[in-house]
């Protein structure tokens, strides 16, 4: 027993990747024609980290073990590994561990991969890591980052791809004109089952942008938590818990958070080449990146949008965000990585172990933490339009 086949999505980050992923982990698809395998964790940012961090490189037998092994375990048509780390990897150090921990599987292996236009990418960045409190910076600035780390260069990272596994590999443009039923949890499974018959069970959209004034409120509690020395990777779970309950609970309120002209025009002198050359590697010459730079133009302000959050918070709202934010400080700095594992599992990244369920002090712990950064969801999505005093 043991898989036929094994599909490696690597995102690209910003390509609905979270919504992929929810829907396989859950099953909210359906067929009648074929089968589909996918492991118990959310995604398989653990294979993905062995080969591109040195200090998870001790990891790399154990985990690509534990890979084969899951393969082997199922009898599935399809088995499908999901991981948009996997951006972060040098493509040929990956097909040299597959060959020796998975070799059977090298020789049918499809690699799929999405790639969001450049100023879209821009943007979606930038609300993400304000969000996940990674950066307080202004849109200007933190396109000068974009260009240090070469996050808009997709061209040259693809094509090295393209290099090491050859028609294996496809790029699909996340262009929603160009998606099967213009969505990309549809377009990955119909590449994933070979065209074979399928149906959504529902309709899913894991990590949603979020308006401007939402941004603003969630790097104010980002601030007080990054002040008190609250770790990346606990600050990264909070963004993600009240950018998911102000989703969930007030959708869509307030303004879209947009680049001013300036910076625009600064992003496409840059991206220009990189779109081109993505248009005629990947796309058959097609303008598809071109043309979704250059209509960008068209959705931009004169000036800079304010992120202080006296801009948006009346004066009593900035209080009490503030104070429910010091609350979670004191949470977290008496049992600084409860509410994150019990977060982690509840979403899936995490696997949890039978019989490993917390006391009840750590269970009201969590219990308190959720209530409050509910609290503080309630703050941003319904004081943020308040007029300032």
Not at 123 to 130: K, N, T
Request: aromatic share 8%; with cysteine; charged share 25%.
């Amino acid at each position: 027993m043991a898989a036929k086949s094994l599909v490696l999505h690597i995102g690209d980050p910003k390509t609905g990747t979270s919504s992929i992923q929810h829907v396989l982990r859950n099953n909210l698809w359906e067929s009648s024609t074929i089968s589909l395998a996918y492991p118990g964790q959310l995604n398989s940012f653990p294979l993905a980290n062995a080969l591109s961090d040195p200090k998870q490189a001790a990891q790399r037998e154990a985990r690509y073990t534990k890979l084969a092994a899951w393969l082997a375990s199922t009898d599935a048509d399809v088995a499908v590994v999901s991981a948009e780390q996997f951006f972060r990897v040098d493509p040929q150090k990956l097909l040299d561990t597959l060959n020796e921990f998975v070799p059977d599987y090298v020789p049918t292996l499809r690699v799929v991969a999405y790639v969001r236009p450049h100023a879209s990418r821009f943007l979606s960045a930038f609300m993400q890591r304000g969000k996940a409190g990674l950066y307080f910076g202004d849109a200007d600035t933190f396109f000068m980052k974009t260009k240090a780390e070469k996050l808009l260069r997709f061209a040259p990272r693809f094509q090295r791809w393209r290099d090491t596994f050859g028609d294996r590999f496809t790029l699909r443009p996340m262009i929603r004109s160009h998606l099967r039923d213009g969505d990309v949890v549809s377009d990955f499974l119909n590449i994933t089952l070979g065209g074979a018959p399928f149906k959504l069970v529902e309709a899913v959209d894991a990590n949603p942008s979020l308006p401007l004034e939402y941004l603003v409120g969630l790097r104010e509690l980002q601030a007080v938590l990054k002040r008190n020395q609250i770790a990346n990777g606990v600050r990264h779970a909070v963004g993600d818990y009240v950018g998911m309950t102000l989703a969930r609970t007030h959708p869509h309120q307030g303004t879209k958070l947009q680049i001013t002209e300036e910076l625009y025009k600064k992003v496409k002198l840059f991206c220009q080449s990189d779109a081109e050359a993505l248009d005629a590697v990947f796309f058959d010459g097609q303008p598809l990146m071109a043309q979704a730079l250059k209509q960008a133009g068209a959705d931009v302000v004169a000036e800079q949008q304010p992120m202080a959050i006296r801009s948006h918070y009346s004066e009593d709202s900035i209080v009490e965000l503030r104070e429910k934010s010091r609350n979670v400080v004191s949470m977290f700095k008496k049992r600084p990585m409860a509410w994150t594992v019990a977060f982690e599992q509840k979403i899936g990244q995490r696997i949890s172990k039978p019989g490993t369920e917390p006391p009840k002090q750590v269970l009201a712990h969590i219990e308190k933490v959720n209530d409050t950064l509910t609290k503080i969801a309630r703050i941003i999505a319904e004081e943020s339009l308040a007029k300032p005093e």
